[in-house]
């Protein structure tokens, strides 16, 4: 069964510092992987999936992910945080094409003046 | 905004009750699914219709059941609630079946229930 962590409830970053928000799944099969972002009091948007296309994925709001299979990772990265950024980011895993999604248990980024 | 609409945005009801949630996918799609947020138990696959055919079931509760219509909008119907079900309901659809490669969902802004 395929499931997914993510290392650490909840990240601090100051504003303009690195973020990195880390996803590790299993699955038996070549995955399709997204990136969600939740604001408070609203539904999930997505910010970026895995296409098999090319291992870096660049999504919205200057946010990327780098798929590494050795690793079985997805971790997301963004250069300099600013302060919209803060909400809480979901890793979402699929089996297949048209299966469910599994989502880790989230991560609350809080972005510091 | 994604497209996919819910209703009602809230809900207070009592334990025993049974609500209705609503979920109108984006235009076109043809397959919907529902989630449960909770702070224990997180994000949670209930079930997905593709079409008005049920198509994949989670961890649904058989109090829980769900129905998609012929205009493609779904419902869900919670019922004998607990003060446990007490969560956040979300609705997302896809193009599952449309063509598209890689089932991206589209969530909806979630109707927050509360049972007392």
């Known amino acids: 069964a395929q499931s997914v962590t993510q290392l650490g409830s909840h990240v601090s970053v100051s504003e303009g510092a690195l973020v990195l928000l880390r996803c590790n799944y299993s699955?038996?099969?070549?995955?399709?992987l997204f990136w969600y972002v939740q604001y408070p009091n609203q539904g999930l948007q997505l910010l970026l999936k895995?296409?098999?296309?090319?291992?870096l994925v660049k999504g919205i709001n200057g946010f990327e992910a780098e798929f590494k299979k050795s690793e079985t990772s997805f971790h997301l990265t963004k250069p300099s945080a600013h302060m919209s950024d803060a909400a809480e980011y979901f890793c979402a895993v699929s089996e297949g094409y048209g299966q469910n999604f599994v989502f880790g248990p989230g991560t609350r980024l809080s972005v510091l003046p | 905004d994604s497209g996919v609409t819910q209703t009602p945005k809230h809900l207070i009801t009592a334990t025993g009750q049974r609500v209705t949630l609503r979920c109108s996918p984006r235009?076109?799609?043809?397959?919907v699914y529902w989630y449960q947020q909770s702070l224990d138990q997180g994000l949670q696959f209930l079930i997905q219709y593709y079409n008005g055919e049920e198509r994949a079931k989670g961890n649904i509760l058989e109090r829980f059941s769900a129905q998609q219509f012929p205009d493609l909008h779904s419902e869900l119907n919670l019922s004998s609630l607990e003060l446990g079900d007490s969560a956040l309901y979300f609705c997302?659809?896809?193009?599952f079946g449309r063509g598209d490669l890689y089932n991206e969902q589209f969530f909806g802004p979630g109707t927050r229930l509360t049972v007392l």
């Open positions: 997302a659809s896809s193009a």
């Open positions: 235009s076109g799609d043809l397959s």
């Open positions: 699955s038996s099969v070549p995955p399709y």
């Open positions: 895995y296409t098999s296309a090319a291992t």
